[in-house]
């Protein structure tokens, strides 16, 4: 079966090929890291070949998410190095900018055995923490020979994704009995787990860790970044902020519409259009200046100025979740669009008034919530979302209403971090001189 996995890897390697080279042309993607994901990783990242933990985080939420653990590992591990590897070009630049505590980050390695031996051989892991749903059959299969545990941390299985793991469960079902320990989101997620072949002993619920990964307004580190990144979005007191957020191609044009309707109601307002990935920055910008708006790019923007524009374009990758502080409404994209939707904790936070669209399978416990605490809104469609947003604008008190419930539904809900360290020391005990300042938290289940 592994033979088949592998066979069937490397023709989609090969059969991806053109892809790659098309993204590395037309936007410099893979050119310069391709030597890592083929697991040629500097001899300099590990030189004496020390031991360590390594997390994977595909991309930028990952790597947001797994920093609410990374410094606690660091801490409770002091004799283990900490790596840090991410699939996406954007996931790279967060974690290389979030993680100050680890000792090195990289691209993870294609999936066929010689290229993941490789990396294990550099990185010397006594611990490979998955976050979310990462499952890689080569690596797990080494890692299991080699004695190396392994944890899926905040993992969840979407109801979109699932029909498709059930097509290759007699596979699945192998490859989840090398996983030692799930610690997931919720019971829908362990269910499903469970009905596709994983131990259920070995799954723990721990809630999503996306709320324990959010710093609490007024931290240092907060305070710090939000005075850095806001200097940029000076505007006059009383100007309306309507922040658009990871939106994608098909919700640039109904924001932007949306946005047209609300400068009839609203004096002045400001819109910052935040595309989700780096391809489409030129193309919304495009979109706004065509639609007749003054545009402007936030690379373009000078600190402590006053915005006259009538629309920024977020060109920047890591700072979107503290220009969330800077906004009156919030409409949190890939949710209008059949994607799945994408964090809605991040302004939640700050105290925001949120709004997003039908589609958010990929947060659908986390969208479930806010919308029993009454801490969001859900819209069918880009009509009611201008609807949403123009409603919010014009009554201050549901606004502060909406956001208040939704800052404490994240302060109620965080925990996720203590429940999965426990998880984690289970698999990997403490030091002997760490046990006397570590907490002591309930069994893992």
């Known amino acids: 079966m592994h033979l088949l996995y592998s066979l069937a890897m490397l023709l989609v390697f090969l059969a991806a090929s053109p892809y790659f080279l098309y993204q590395a042309v037309r936007h410099g993607k893979y ?48 004799h283990l190095r900490l790596f840090v590897s991410t699939t996406t070009m954007t996931g790279q630049q967060v974690a290389k900018q979030s993680f100050q505590v680890a000792d090195g980050v990289f691209f ?12 294990l051989d550099i990185i010397r892991p006594r ?27 905040n993992g969840r299985i979407s109801t979109r994704s699932f029909p498709r793991y059930r097509l290759v469960k007699p596979l699945f079902r192998r490859v989840l009995t090398l996983v030692d320990r799930f610690c ?15 131990p259920r002993d070995r ?37 309306a902020v309507v922040v658009a957020g990871s939106t994608m191609p098909g919700e ?18 400001l819109l910052i259009l935040a595309p989700r990935k780096p391809e489409h920055f030129a193309e919304a910008a495009s979109l706004s200046r065509h639609s007749g708006f003054r545009t402007v790019l936030r690379s373009e923007l ?37 994607v799945g939707g994408h964090n809605i904790l991040e302004p939640a936070v700050y105290g925001k008034p949120i709004v997003f669209g039908p589609h958010m399978q990929n947060f659908a416990e986390i969208a479930e919530a806010f919308l029993a605490g009454q801490a969001a809104l859900q819209v069918k469609s880009g009509r009611e979302m201008e609807d949403a947003l123009i409603e919010l604008l014009s009554e201050p008190e549901a606004r ?21 360290l426990a998880a984690i020391a289970e698999l990997l005990p403490l030091p002997q001189a760490a046990t006397g300042n570590v907490l002591a938290f309930p069994a893992a289940r």
Not at 49 to 76: F, M
């Open 31 to 78: 050119t310069g890291n391709l030597p890592e994901r083929l697991g040629f990783l500097p001899v300099s990242l590990n030189l004496d070949r020390e031991p360590s933990i390594w997390i994977h985080a595909v991309s930028v939420g990952e790597a947001l998410t797994a920093r609410a653990i990374a410094g606690d590992l660091k801490a409770r591990y002091p």
């Open 108 to 119: 993870f390695p294609i999936d066929l055995g010689f290229i993941v031996r490789r990396v």
């Open 127 to 153: 611990l490979f923490v998955m976050m979310e749903t990462e499952i890689w059959p080569n690596l797990l299969r080494e890692c299991r020979a080699r004695g190396v545990k392994t944890a899926v941390i």
């Open 184 to 198: 997931v989101q919720g019971e829908e997620t362990a269910g499903r787990l469970a009905e596709l072949g994983a």
């Open 203 to 239: 799954i723990t619920i721990t809630g999503s860790l996306k709320f324990d990964a959010l710093q609490a307004p007024g931290t240092s580190g907060t305070a710090r970044g939000a005075e850095r990144v806001l200097r940029y979005f000076t505007v006059a007191e009383g100007r």
């Open 252 to 269: 640039h044009e109904i924001v932007l519409r949306a946005f047209e309707r609300i400068r009839t109601l609203a004096r002045n307002p």
């Open 302 to 338: 000078t600190i402590d100025a006053e915005v006259k524009a009538d629309v920024v374009v977020l060109d920047t990758i890591g700072e979107l979740a503290q220009v969330y502080q800077a906004a009156t409404v919030v409409f949190v994209g890939g949710s209008l669009v059949p």
């Open 400 to 420: 502060v209403r909406l956001g208040d419930r939704a800052r404490e539904l994240v302060e109620a809900n965080r925990g996720a971090r203590e429940r999965s």
